[in-house]
């Protein structure tokens, strides 16, 4: 069992930039692979990005790609979304998810899940 706490959700204008935290307890964090994942309102939860246990591969939706980083530090057992060149589509619900296995961006396939944290981004 493991738990996951997101935070470092807000307000921004476009163009701007939010670095996301996940807190993870209860586990080994380096034993399993992290995702993060999206919901906008009327919209189905999409994949956002992933890493594996020690970090070494990422994987990015494209809608994303070049403007987010994913990243994780095992001794603080935390992970990370840097998202810079914020868009006003990228106002969503953002949840952080752990896998005990390799990168998928297939949100079944993931173990555990966090609350979510709130990115708004303005126009």
């Known amino acids: 069992q493991v738990q996951l706490a997101e935070s470092g959700g807000g307000l921004v204008q476009a163009g701007g930039s939010l670095r996301l935290s996940c807190a993870a307890s209860?586990?080994?964090?380096?034993?399993?692979?992290m995702g993060w994942f999206r919901q906008a309102p009327g919209k189905e939860r999409e994949f956002v990005a992933a890493i594996s246990l020690m970090g070494t591969m990422t994987d990015y939706a494209d809608s994303v790609k070049g403007r987010y980083t994913i990243s994780r530090d095992n001794a603080k057992n935390t992970v990370y979304l840097q998202m810079n060149s914020l868009k006003p589509e990228d106002t969503a619900s953002y949840y952080c998810?752990?896998?005990?296995?390799?990168?998928?961006?297939?949100?079944?396939?993931?173990?555990?899940w966090g609350q979510g944290t709130q990115v708004t981004v303005s126009s």
């Open positions: 209860g586990r080994t964090f380096s034993s399993y692979a």
């Open positions: 998810a752990a896998r005990a296995s390799s990168r998928s961006r297939y949100s079944d396939e993931y173990n555990y």
